[in-house]
């Protein structure tokens, strides 16, 4: 093998890991402000899906983790302890 044909080989690999690393990067940050806590005396915007295939979402605390469930859920949520809006 020769040594051009050797360098375009390794040029063209990092070139596709560059591209590889980027893309990864760009669906990690593809789903902003997911199970970040809404602001204490601020109303939380309702999200698109709360409303998603005609069913209502409700947002609960459960273990200390803001959630949101359907809202047949959401008696049995709040049977085991969870409480009802974002985590503080």
Known sequence: MSRNSRKARVAAASALIVVLVLAVAALAGASPGKGK???PGKAAKPAA???QYGKTKVTLCHKGKTITVGAPAQKA????????????
């Open 37 to 39: 806590p809404g602001k």
């Open 49 to 51: 899906a709360q409303y």
């Open 77 to 88: 949520h709040l049977r085991h302890g969870d409480k009802l809006g974002p985590c503080p």
